[in-house]
């Protein structure tokens, strides 16, 4: 059966829905996400597609809505803007030859050649190691625990994740959060270490590492899905 991009026409220009065929759902659902990605229709295994399309159809007014609502892709180039542990900077091209970039002021720059995303992406990932490792580290330590390894991904559903095994993975993009919020993901999934849970003995971990915790998750709940609109590969990559 069909899994693929569906394609509903609203109005101009034609509108891409990711259609998920999921084992759970019980029900058709439509969602979008905000940040750039493209609409996402949840199905259960066995819709047809021309159940799908008639969803689509009838719900074509909300999910126009809902777009023009959404925040929009962010190509990142010279003269974009991209946040940078929590500060909004522009990026900016120099001549010379190639260094890595560089903060001055509320630039970024970028000097010698090479793309502007694939290289601020690798940037962002090693300022995200350089600032995750020990953080993570001294919560553990804090707890008389140790993280098996500490893997970065750009990864969307979470921030971070916690294996049973000690293995803890987190998305490079909280190098763009304030650093308070890549801090308390960090004392959040090493309290997983301890608990595989989120019951009162683990908010009671995060919250003896962390004790301003609820604003700093409040923030990614609330600003953090934007973080994802920015878009670091090639145009037409």
């Not at 010279?78 to 001549?95: D, I, K, N, Q, Y």
């Not at 992406?121 to 490792?133: D, F, G, N, Y």
Request: a positive charge; glycine letters at 8%; hydrophobic letters at 40%.
């Amino acid at each position: 059966m069909p899994g693929g991009p569906l394609r509903i026409r609203l109005e101009d220009p034609e509108t891409e829905v990711e259609i998920r065929r999921a084992p759970r759902a019980r029900r058709i659902t439509l969602t979008v996400p905000q940040t750039g990605a493209p609409p996402r229709l949840t199905a259960p295994l066995g819709a047809m597609d021309g159940e799908l399309r008639l969803f689509l159809l009838r719900h074509s007014d909300w999910l126009r809505e809902a777009l023009a609502r959404a925040p929009a892709a962010s190509p990142v180039r010279p003269g974009a803007a991209l946040p940078v542990a929590g500060r909004l900077l522009t990026v900016e091209t120099a001549p010379g030859p190639r260094r890595a970039p560089r903060i001055e002021g509320d630039r970024i720059i970028l000097q010698g050649r090479g793309d502007a995303g694939p290289r601020l992406a690798a940037w962002l990932k090693e300022r995200a190691r350089a600032a995750l490792l020990p953080a993570v580290e001294d919560c553990a330590a804090a707890l008389g625990a140790r993280a098996r390894s500490v893997t970065l991904r750009d990864q969307k559903g979470r921030w971070g994740s916690c294996t049973g095994r000690g293995d803890l993975s987190f998305s490079w993009r909280l190098a763009m959060a304030p650093p308070s919020a890549l801090d308390y993901v960090a004392a959040h999934e090493a309290a997983h270490l301890l608990e595989m849970n989120h019951g009162p003995r683990f908010w009671a971990l995060v919250e003896r590492l962390r004790p301003g915790w609820r604003r700093e998750r409040d923030w990614l709940k609330r600003e953090g899905p934007a973080l994802h609109r920015y878009r670091f590969e090639l145009e037409g990559a």
